[in-house]
């Protein structure tokens, strides 16, 4: 069975930061991109960014919004992904969702992890 | 960016009746090398998070009933419920993947009438 667990979430003051994980299970992970998605309350989803696989050179991309401030990396051994987010702000408060994607499937997400931004 | 939008905002269907979403992209999400649609869709019921329906456009993930069926190709998709189920009340979102950023449809939320 496919599992995707986001975890790390918590309250944070503004400028701080937080590390969120994204532990896979049931499929490939070192032959998947890894996606991060959010969604604040009561909002639509936002892409986050990805970090693609070791083949695609673990190339990652971000939105706009948190270009310079949010980072993507990985761990094959370990099956997991992490969004390591500094500097954050008020509009970052959201779930925090993780998928994969292969080139063939598109995962299910995860329960996501709520990340709250406030002072 | 690829902008998506779906249409109706919200629809109210009768139990057992069909519903229909639809979805457009700004610009093909159809991939030629492969011919693959990289057009999903999502479910999100209240308090919950989203849950994959469909994916390449037609193709149901594991588990989902198979009432709720993709189609489409290129820039015009859309999501059919064949007969509504009360469960199946929710918000309904169709993202494109076929290129960063990912985006999302503004969603449409579907009531019992």
Known sequence: EVQLVESGGGLVQPGESLKLSCAASGFTFSDSAMHWVRQASGKGLEWVGRIRSKPNNYATAYAASVKGRFTISRDDSKNTAYLQMNSLKTEDTAVYYCTALTADVLYNWGQGTLVTVSS | ?113
């Not at chain 2, 993709?70 to 059919?80: A, E, R, W």
């Not at chain 2, 469960?87 to 449809?105: I, K, L, N, R």
């Open chain 2, 1 to 113: 960016d690829i902008v998506m939008t779906q249409s109706p905002d919200s629809l109210a269907v009768s139990l057992g009746e069909r519903a229909t979403i639809n979805c457009k992209s700004s610009q093909s999400v159809l991939y030629r090398s492969n011919n693959k649609n990289y057009l999903a869709w999502h479910q999100q019921k209240p308090g919950q998070p989203p849950k994959l329906l469909t994916y390449w456009a037609s193709t149901r993930a594991s588990g989902v009933p198979d009432r709720f069926s993709g189609s489409g190709s290129g820039t015009d998709f859309t999501l059919t419920i064949s007969s509504l189920q009360a469960e199946d009340v929710a918000v309904y979102y169709c993202q494109q993947y076929y290129s960063t950023p990912w985006t999302f449809g503004q969603g449409t939320k579907v009531e019992i009438k």
